[in-house]
Structure formats: C-alpha cells, structure tokens
C-alpha cells in the first residue's frame, strides 16, 4: 500500500519476473484468482484486507491454494510469524529487508512450485496413460481370446461336419421312411425324428456362427453411406418395431470406409439385442420402448451408436459380453457368439467398441470407425513412408 516501496520492489524485481500489482488486500485475491502467479509477496498490514486475511482467502479457493505466499512485516516476533504461517503464508521476510534475501526466497519458491505444477501434469499425463495401457492390455486379451477360439474353430468345424452331414442324411432316410412305420408307432416315430432334427440344426447354426472365427480371406471394403447402412438395418426389423420409437440421426453425406456385409452384421446383432433387452423390461404407464441410432464425424472417426431404454446389465455382466460363448439369454436362445463376432469385425476394421449400460434404464453401444476421406488419407500417408 506503499506506492514507493511498490515502484522500489517492481524496478528491482523485474529482472527476474513479470510482475502483476495489486494496491490493496482486495485486489491481490482478484488478481491471484484471474491471473495465478508463480509466488506472490505482500504486505502485512494493508487496508480493506491484510496479508493473513488474503493468505486465508487463496488458501480457500483451489485454484490459488498452492500458490507460494512471502509476507513483508514490520513486526517479527514470534507471535506474529505463527499467526502468519497458520494463516497459510509460506514465508515471511522481516523489514527492512535484504533486496538479494527477497529476490532469493521468491526464485527459490517460485521454481519450486512451477516444478510442482510440472510434476503435477506429468503425473495426471501417467494415470492417462496408465489408463490407456490397461484398456489396450484389455483389447489385447479379448483379441487373444478370439484368436484362440478362432484356431479352436477350424478344428472344431472339420471335427463336426462329416458326422453332421451322416446325421443329416439319416434323418432324410428316416422321414422317407416313415409309411413303413406302423400306424401305432408313427407319431412318435415323427415326433423323435423332429427333436433329433432340432438338435442338428442347432448344432449347424454352431458351425456357421464359428465359420466367422476362420475365415481368412479379406473382406471387401468400401466407401458407403452410413445413413444407408442404418436404414437397410431398419428394414430387416421393420416387423419388430412397430411398437418401439425409433429415432434415427445420420447425416446424408456422412462415408464409412469397410466392409458393408460384415457392418450390417454387427448392426443387426445389436439392434437384436436391444429389442431382447427391452422385452426383458416392464415399463411404467407413459413410457414406451425406444430404440436410437445415430452416427457422427469426430475427428476423422466415424461414431455409430445404438442406444435403447431396456433391461441394461450389471457391471459383472457387461464386463464379459464379449467373451465367446457368455450369454445370458436362455438356453436355445443364444450361444453367447454375437457380441464376439462383432468385437472381432470391428477390430479387424481397426475399430473399437464402447459400452455403457446402467441396470433398469438401458444401454448403448458406439462404434467407432474410420472415416472414408481420413481412412484414404492414412493409407497415402503410410504408403507414402514406405517408399525407399
């Protein structure tokens, strides 16, 4: 509050720091929040308010509660720098004072808190990464896990085909068969033979839903309209959601680059199974099922969602609906490869998916895929890098 110790402290200080003035209590707590300092030095005795209270006052508001405080007095006994250090003050410097002992203690703790900002924001870079490692760790399991099912696969289907053909070509004999069968006997004899076809033509869904781990030509990829993809998804429901509001949010111009066979696929496993989830679901009166898709453009990526107000699922649940053969519908209902098969596409489209879900309120799913013109655009780059 001094305009000449004030002018006397800026000239001598400048060398070292930008300085920011404040003329009284008031305005140094407005300043500290607007402009956040590296260290701030003030007086003790100041009108409006002095140093203890403006000490107390940064103390209190997170943004400035780190920042280093040095009180300038007049009255240095011991009570004075107790009330003081309570009071949140960092340090004190006794007038009159040392301009070499100021200019010390202030670039001494102002570098000490800019490194403490810096470590600050390398340790918040480490979590995120940490984070990040564990989400590709856990990308890289599920991967592993299919890769494996998908060597299992191709055992599994030459294992099973043969004696699948035999049993199917039995049961044809057994139904040409069946006039010779006595009258008495007959119905049986043709219920048994339904139930054992049930069980093959289980079993063939089982090989063809497995077929999808083994294949190992290249899918054909594009460029299509996501907008038309979501729409040809529709259509093969449109008998399924005639009680269900649906609301679609594409837009026209909006390119996918992939495979439109394998994205259809997908599509149509969840919107299956958010039509299942909302069976599983009584609504209160006034609330009707409802079913959104949409896709966006985020930087360069292409985010299809499909969202539903059904049944959702716990955390323990939503955890492993991408582990090959967990389901929870009923038995005969699913085998629990859908959302696996849909993991691995999407993956082979150098795609990821995001789950949310919450119990009793529903569920959504994005898919996030290359953009056609940033898809092109990474490949000249790649291709452009490779060049000798």
């Not at 453009?297 to 059904?310: E, T």
């Amino acid at each position: 509050d001094e305009p000449d110790m004030m002018s006397y402290l800026r000239t001598q200080l400048a060398e070292d720091f930008e300085i920011i003035e404040a003329v009284d209590g008031n305005e140094a707590v407005a300043k500290a929040g607007q402009f956040l300092p590296d260290v701030i030095l003030s007086d003790l005795m100041m009108p409006y308010k002095d140093g203890m209270q403006v000490c107390q006052e940064l103390r209190q508001s997170g943004p400035t509660r780190g920042i280093p405080v040095v009180l300038l007095t007049a009255r240095p006994d011991e009570g004075t720098k107790i009330d003081a250090l309570l009071a949140g003050a960092t340090d004190f410097i006794g007038k009159p004072f040392s301009l070499t002992e100021v200019r010390v203690r202030l670039r001494n703790l102002a570098e000490s808190y800019c490194f403490q900002k810096e470590l600050a924001a390398q340790k918040q870079q480490l979590e995120a990464a940490l984070e990040q490692l564990k989400e590709s760790e856990a990308l890289l399991v599920q991967h592993e896990k299919l890769s494996s099912l998908g060597r299992m696969s191709a055992g599994l289907i030459h294992e099973i085909n043969n004696p699948l053909n035999f049993a199917v070509q039995g049961l044809a004999f057994l139904r040409q068969s069946l006039p010779e069968v006595p009258d008495a006997s007959r119905s049986l004899f043709a219920e048994t033979i339904d139930d054992i076809q049930v069980g093959v033509d289980r079993v063939a869904a089982i090989i063809k839903d497995l077929r999808g781990f083994t294949r190992s030509e290249d899918p054909n990829f594009s460029d299509f309209s996501a907008e038309e993809l979501v729409r040809t998804v529709l259509r093969f429901f449109s008998h399924h959601t005639q009680d269900v509001d649906v609301t679609v949010e594409t837009p026209p111009d909006l390119q996918i680059h992939g495979s439109q066979n394998q994205l259809t696929q997908v599509l149509v496993n969840l919107v299956q199974n958010a039509l299942d989830a909302m069976e599983e679901k009584t609504y209160p009166e006034g609330e009707k099922r409802a079913l959104h898709l949409s896709a966006t453009s985020v930087n360069g990526r292409v985010l299809l969602s499909v969202r539903d107000n059904g049944a959702g699922m716990p955390p323990e649940t939503r955890e492993r609906i991408f582990d090959p053969f967990f389901t929870t519908k009923e038995v005969g209902k699913g085998m629990g490869l859908g959302l696996a098969i849909c993991h691995r596409i999407i993956a082979d489209h150098q795609g990821r998916v995001n789950v949310t879900s919450t119990p009793g309120k529903g569920t959504e799913f994005i898919l996030d895929l290359p953009q056609a013109d940033m898809y092109r655009s990474d490949r000249l780059s790649a291709d452009a890098s490779a060049q000798p």
